[in-house]
């Protein structure tokens, strides 16, 4: 005897056929309900841009956000199933769940590339008075971080390989919060740290910190990942593929307008207008705008997905205990719901 497996669409559009018949509304098949982990970063802009324009309705998915102040909190969440997505930087918190099979990466977001913004260096104005120019001075620096094992410290360990010491000659200081290291650092606590640029350029350009540097100058780092449990790579493939195909037009709007802004004004107004309601919402617009603006971030077309660059983060984590030695690029990856820059 013959089975055959009906797709959620196919049923979806059944429905609909027969509603003009019958009566009965294709609504009345619930969306898939998921719970989505970010950051109230520019660079997490096409989530809030899916969720604004409907694009994940489309998909038949009903879409909780959750924001979270740190990457790795994130990763700990999917692994307990308290969210289902995760958008961010990848994490020792990270590295140690995939490594018990609870999680997957499964596509890119921001990336270093040079000509675009990115990353930024800072330096606090005093440490800056005192000589801490570039990169290279901060061999012997205080350097804030949220937490060991976090993107800021991976850059710090950028930092310290492209300039020939290692990153334990750093005071490396876990703050726990982005809002903390940026306390730290405009007292003076901290001599420096690194931001994406719409912080950066706003402390610069308040006159609270220098910048002495860019790590796309350095790397070119996939910033962020987007991630989900293995559980969903396996047994919920139809929905992750709808989160994917949604989400990469968060990313095709972004791009289309943030990255050419004096090419339609009046829809880069309309995009920063979105992203400030989840992006320094607490700041009048016409505040709020600049810093949007500014950080108009490099995010991969269809959230393609940087391997290369993602084992070597894998092997500088492993190299400074902070993942399981026993973690490889396969276990970590499901690379099948995007196309994989090398």
Do not use: C
């Not at 971080?145 to 020939?164: E, L, V």
């Not at 912080?199 to 002495?212: C, F, N, T, V």
């Amino acid at each position: 005897m013959k089975f055959t497996t009906f797709s959620r669409r196919a049923v979806i559009g059944a429905v609909a056929g027969f509603a003009a018949l019958s009566g009965f509304a294709a609504s009345s098949i619930a969306a898939d309900k998921i719970t989505v982990g970010a950051l109230r970063f520019t660079s997490h802009s096409p989530t809030f841009i899916a969720f604004e324009k409907g694009y994940f309705k489309d998909e038949g998915l009903e879409v909780e956000l959750k924001f979270f102040q740190a990457a790795q909190p994130i990763a700990v969440a999917i692994a307990s199933g308290d969210i289902d997505f995760g958008v961010t930087a990848l994490s020792g918190a990270f590295y140690s769940l995939a490594d018990k099979g609870a999680l997957k990466v499964i596509g890119g977001l921001m990336a270093e590339k040079k000509g675009a913004p990115g990353n930024m260096i800072l330096a606090s104005n005093k440490a800056y008075e005192a000589g801490l120019k570039t990169p290279a001075d901060l061999k012997g620096k205080s350097w804030a971080m949220t937490q060991q094992g976090s993107s800021f410290h991976y850059m710090a360990g950028i930092i310290a390989k492209s300039n020939g010491f290692a990153v334990t000659d750093m005071k490396l200081k876990p703050l726990q919060k982005v809002g903390s290291m940026i306390g730290a650092l405009k007292s003076g606590q901290v001599d420096a740290m690194a931001i994406v640029p719409h912080i950066a350029s706003a402390l610069a350009r308040g006159g609270a910190a220098k910048i002495i540097g860019k790590i796309q100058d350095l790397s070119d780092y996939q910033v962020t990942t987007i991630f989900t449990s293995t559980e969903n790579t396996t047994d919920n493939r139809d929905v992750v593929a709808r989160f994917m195909k949604a989400y990469a037009k968060g990313i095709a709007d972004y791009d289309a307008v943030m990255q050419n802004q004096a090419k339609n004004p009046a829809a880069t107004d309309a995009m920063v207008n979105l992203i400030h309601k989840y992006v320094y919402a607490s700041k009048p617009i016409a505040k709020a705008a600049p810093s949007i603006k500014a950080g108009a971030v490099y995010l991969n077309s269809g959230a393609a997905l940087n391997v290369g660059d993602v084992a070597n983060q894998l092997a500088w984590f492993q190299e400074h205990k902070l993942a399981p030695a026993t973690l490889t690029i396969e276990k970590m990856v499901d690379a099948s719901f995007v196309k994989t820059i090398k």
